[in-house]
């Protein structure tokens, strides 16, 4: 019988398992829902047992119907710079605090310096762990007292996996605890932070073999003992190997509930145009543009303008308002949307900023409403690439797009038109799964090397030229655009200000 390949990605919403070919095909999927906690505004917690316990669900739904001696071995993809406190009993002394968590913004002003940012690759803002376990120790001193281990996402399942506490090093790096010069821990970071190397996990490099499947897992998820256990990545860096990009000139473009784009690099330099993080190829980089808003404006749009609306003919209201938004011309009418529902990220850093709506007249309605939305996120887009692009070594020639916007075909298009580059869609949604696969696949022998497995593995589907028309009037708004958020950051670090005085 064939080959299997099983790849988990424990995201902030849910566990997929997805049973691969070798020629990449999906044979199986499972899946598990996760919870979301936001005790206060600002923060985002999960316990991390609901990580195992959701892996192991969605691997036994996975494997429901397909003979467990087939899998070779399989690899973890997850969300990144999300960390567990630990106790010597292994057990959780506080919830996981997730990536979305911006409650250590004074941590930010205080420790967030070039220095920090040379060594870790990451521009100061809340999202790393490094500034919440600062936040940790100012606030919750006992809790770090009683830390016996300090896990990302990969390292507390390659643990209940395994009985290893090992990771990847494309999963510890984005939590802002690594020099990526060298590779390793910062002892510098950790002097700062107060905490011991011996309280993090070991170093794998991806697509290495990090344990055995132990009795204990293989009895649990229903599989057989001595399966491979092979390290994965962070889902950003998984997404960019999923959709084929291991080299110069072409970026990925991930539009989930954030927008994450991403590009090849052999060097690493620092830059506040992009995050820079450990690649899944050993030795190599990601440089990643960051908005934080991308279906998430839609679920915002959906649940402000279209609560209890009721459609005909059972259409979907994604695709009701994507009708709507194609009867109104590029540029929405003259009014423009700053998707700063989470702050602004790349290139500007700004966790002051906030979400704009500018423009309006009352000849506006709903569906420009939804059309400036989608416009401004690509606008966005285009202002961090052109950040970012001076200091790739080949300029972007295309982008390979997945993640559920995607499969808004008006989205699709306002993308290459704006960004002026051909955009195709990946062979299927589940490139961050895919590209866990890919290092599964290499890492027990199935493939000889990474290039020979994503030829393999991988495939393309519709292509988006920009339409010339559509690009030109595009670019005249473009301009427009780019001087809102100058004109405006003085009024949002006022606003800031006022809030923090009446919270005080």
């Known amino acids: 019988m064939s080959d299997l390949i099983l790849s988990v990605d424990c995201s902030t919403s849910g566990v997929k398992c997805i049973a691969w070919g070798l020629d990449g095909t999906q044979v199986s999927t499972g899946s598990s829902a996760l919870e979301l906690s936001i005790p206060e505004h600002g923060y985002g917690e999960q316990d991390p047992r609901d990580w195992w316990n959701g892996f192991v669900k969605a691997v036994r739904s996975c494997m429901q119907y397909l003979d467990p001696s087939r899998v070779r071995g399989f690899a973890v993809t997850h969300q990144r710079e999300t960390f567990a406190c630990l106790d010597s009993s292994d ?3 506080r919830p996981a605090m997730l990536w979305l968590d911006v409650r250590a913004g004074n941590q930010v002003n205080r420790f967030g310096t070039e220095r920090i940012h040379a060594l870790t690759g990451k521009p100061p803002n809340p999202t790393p762990a490094f500034y919440k376990l600062l936040w940790i120790r100012e606030n919750e001193p ?3 007292k009683r830390t016996t281990h300090i896990v990302d996402v990969h390292a507390y399942l390659a643990h209940e996996l395994t009985g290893e506490w090992k990771t990847s090093v494309a999963s510890a790096d984005p939590l802002g605890l690594i020099d990526l010069a060298t590779g390793d821990y910062s002892d510098e970071i950790l002097e700062i932070i107060g905490i011991d190397r011996s309280l993090l996990p070991e170093l794998v490099k991806p697509g290495e073999v990090l344990g ?5 897992a293989a009895k649990a998820l229903a599989l057989p003992a001595g399966i491979p256990i092979i390290s994965g990545a962070g889902d950003g860096q998984s997404a960019g190997l999923g959709a084929g990009i291991t080299g110069p000139g072409l970026a990925y ?16 330099s620092a830059s506040t145009a992009y995050r820079a993080m450990a690649g899944t190829i050993p030795g190599t980089f990601n440089y990643e543009l960051f908005v934080g808003a991308g279906t998430l404006m839609v679920s915002w749009f959906m649940k402000t303008f279209a609560a209890n609306q009721e459609l005909p003919g059972g259409l979907s209201k994604e695709v009701f308002w994507e009708r709507q938004a194609q009867d109104v011309e590029p540029g929405a009418d003259g009014l423009f949307v700053l998707p700063y529902w989470n ?5 500007f850093w700004d ?13 506006h309605q709903s569906a420009h409403v939804y059309r400036a939305m989608l416009e401004g996120v690509a606008f966005e ?24 916007g995607t499969r808004s075909p008006l989205w699709c298009q306002i993308f290459a038109d704006i960004l002026n580059r051909p955009l195709m869609l990946a ?11 890919i290092l599964a696949a290499v890492g027990v022998g199935l493939y000889p090397n990474i290039d020979v497995a994503v030829k393999s593995m991988t495939t393309t589907r519709t292509l988006y030229e920009p339409n010339p028309e559509s690009a030109a009037r595009y670019e005249t708004l473009y301009q427009t655009y780019r001087t809102i958020y100058p004109a405006l950051k003085s009024v949002f670090l006022n606003a800031s200000r006022n809030e923090h005085k009446e919270n005080d």
């Open 343 to 347: 702050g602004q990220l790349t290139p």
């Open 142 to 144: 006992e809790t770090l």
């Open 212 to 216: 055995l499947l132990s009795d204990k």
């Open 253 to 268: 473009l991930n539009v989930g509930s954030g927008l994450i784009s991403g590009f090849f690099s052999d060097n690493y």
């Open 91 to 93: 057990a959780p002394i």
């Open 381 to 404: 887009l285009r202002i961090c690439l052109e950040e970012a692009e001076p200091k790739l070594s080949e300029p972007i020639q295309k982008f390979i797009a997945m993640g559920g």
């Open 427 to 437: 062979g299927s949604d589940e490139a961050t799964a895919r590209g866990a696969g």
């Open 351 to 363: 966790h002051n900023a906030r979400g704009v709506m500018m423009g309006f007249t009352g000849a």
